[in-house]
Structure formats: C-alpha cells, structure tokens
C-alpha cells in the first residue's frame, strides 16, 4: 500500500472532521435518582436526590451539565458543570500517548449553608498493546478548591498507575494499580472490574482496596443496564466508596437507578459500515465471490488478513485501540481497493483510495 506517510497530520485532521460529522449522536440525556454520585458533593452520604443530567461527547471533548432536587430534606440542591479535552497521537504501530485534561464546577445549598468548588485534572497516558493486552502508564496531578461561609481549602494530590485490559466489547477484564500522593500520606490501591454484555443487556461489577497510611478499606461497584429502543438505556448501580483523598469525603455506600437517551437525528448507516466496538473493529463486505478478501491498513502493519464469510458477507473483527486508522480491501488477485459510497473513503493522494474510521 502506498498511502503511509504524513500519519501525524491525517490524524488530526480526521479527529477533527469525525467530531463535527459525529455531532448530532453525541448529545446524551440522563435522569437518575438516588445516593450523591459527584464525588464533591459525597459528604452528604445521606441524602438522596433526583438528577438531570445532559452530556455532549466527541472523540477529542466532553462536556457535561447537572442539577439536582432533594428527594430527602437532608439532600441539598446542587448544580454541577465540567468538561474535558482530549488530545492522542500514535507512536508506532502498537502505542499511543494521550494528554487528558478536565475542569468541573459546582454549587450546593443545604440547611442554610452554601458553598461551591471547581477541581482540575491533568493526566498523560502511555498505551502500548502487547499481544491482546492493553496496557497503560497514567501519571498527573488533581486539585481541588472548596469554600463555604465557614472553610476555604485547597488540596492537590498527584497521581501514578498501571492499568491492564483484555477481552472485547462482549468480555473485558481490567486490573488496575494506583496511587495517589498528598504531603500528608500515600495511597495505593488495587481495584478489578470485569464486564459482560448479553445481546441488549450490560452487567458489570469490580472490587478493590485502598492501603493507604490512614485509608485501608474494600471498596466495590456492580451494576446492569438494558436497551430500551434504538436510544434509550435503564440502568441500576450500587456501590461503596472510601474516604477520598482528593475531595476528603467520607467512607459511604450509594444506590441508583436511571434513564439515558441519545438526543438529535441518527445518521443513516450504510449496510457495510464499520462497527466500532469497545476494543475491536467490525469491518463488512458483500460476499460476492468464493474467495475472500483481505483486509490491511495501520492496525496490522499493513499485512493483508484474510476475511471470513458469515452468512452473505465477509466479516472480521480486528483488536483495536482508541485512535484513527487508514485501511483499504485486498481482493483475491491482490488489488487494493475501497467501494464507492463506502464509509471514510478517501484518495491516497497516488490513484487509489483507502477508507479511514475513528475509534474512540
């Protein structure tokens, strides 16, 4: 294949056009009720509250906006908004550096006091795939800013972890290691979280522990969630937290049940379009002849894979990690192409055509 070179530059370019094209699949509408889920707020371990939440995402920038009625008369009124940016670039065919950034703000009232806060995170991440395990190297800095009538605090805290993930989209396991460091104490923790998905449900739980100099305690998570429609999922959580380093929360366990809806017009998608899944790539053919196709592009190093037929379509699936990549079909006789009308399809710049697909 001939298309190779100005990786970094198709990159960013792609990242940019796939966010604008993806736009109206982005927008998500939550309504939830239930235990507090903003770690800022965790303090008010008792209290219950009803949530609306709208969330915006694309591959490069997220962003969210929250408000919350008391459902008990312990819970206080809050409202939350925040964002994150996201910035990847490939550092050969099996490793990927990503810079994380994130800002949130809130405000709450409660039994007659108020207050409001806003935290930062920066966190750099090394991704390298070895074999069918994706590991990643995280390491930053989190800071946030708290004041009511009566306390003013600002606290930061660094970060440094290891995180392991195999399986795919339908079973994945992720064993993660991490620690965080304040002047006043270290904490490590261990944490598991194991998913699985059965045709339109979802299941998943983890368990961990902090071993920290004053935070030495289990903590847990497990929750299911079912398809509701072509747009909408229910979905029910549990979980026990510890006290938090960062936000110094208290130790607490939370319950909630909830809603989420995809918002704006879905794009009509053509029969053979890629699939993207959570950590594979889907990609389709019409089976119109006896001998498969294959398939090459920056996820294999450019080396033609042969495709299996399933039903009246050639079909594989690759291992993928989030990023953009370049590919085009080999056909028996060893031409290279890409259908017309086909999803991504692009000129190689020297009289072919390659297709490209964002992973997110």
Request: neutral net charge; aromatic residues 10%.
């Amino acid at each position: 294949m001939t298309a190779r070179g100005g990786k970094l530059l198709l990159l960013l370019l792609s990242l940019a056009a796939g966010a604008s094209q993806a736009s109206a699949q982005r927008w998500m509408a939550d309504v939830y009720a239930g235990g507090i889920r903003y770690d800022a707020l965790a303090r008010h371990t008792a209290a219950a509250n009803i949530v609306g939440n709208v969330r915006y995402q694309t591959l490069r920038l997220s962003a969210y906006l929250s408000a919350a009625a008391p459902i008990d008369r312990d819970a206080p009124v809050w409202g939350a908004f925040g964002a994150r940016t996201r910035r990847s670039q490939s550092i050969g065919s099996r490793s990927m550096f990503t810079l994380d950034a994130a800002g949130d703000a809130y405000a709450f009232r409660t039994d007659g006091t108020s207050g409001s806060g806003f935290s930062t995170h920066v966190l750099p991440t090394l991704a390298v795939s070895v074999y069918d395990v994706l590991f990643e190297l995280q390491g930053g800095r989190h800071d946030h800013v708290f004041r009511t009538e009566s306390d003013d605090r600002h606290r930061h805290v660094y970060e440094l972890g290891v995180r392991a993930t195999v399986g795919s989209a339908e079973r994945h396991a992720i064993l993660a290691l991490r620690t965080l460091e304040h002047g006043l104490g270290s904490y490590p923790m261990a944490r598991l979280q194991l998913g699985a998905a059965f045709g339109s449900a979802r299941v998943w739980a983890a368990a961990g522990r902090w071993f920290g100099d004053d935070i030495t305690e289990n903590v847990w998570d497990a929750g299911v969630s079912l398809a509701v429609g072509a747009r909408g999922e229910v979905w029910a959580a549990a979980r026990r937290d510890a006290a938090d380093p960062l936000y110094l929360s208290p130790t607490r366990t939370t319950w909630n049940v909830g809603y989420s809806i995809r918002l704006g017009a879905a794009p009509a998608t053509p029969r053979y379009a890629p699939v993207v899944r959570t950590g594979s790539l889907v990609l389709r053919l019409p089976r119109d002849s006896d001998a498969p196709p294959s398939v090459a592009g920056e996820f294999n190093e450019w080396q033609p894979v042969p495709m299996q037929a399933s039903g009246d379509e050639w079909r594989i699936e690759i291992p993928v990690r989030p990023g953009a990549y370049r590919f085009a079909f080999v056909s028996p006789s060893g031409e290279w192409f890409v259908p017309e009308g086909y999803p991504g399809r692009m000129s190689d710049d020297m009289g072919e055509h390659i297709a490209l697909v964002i992973v997110p």
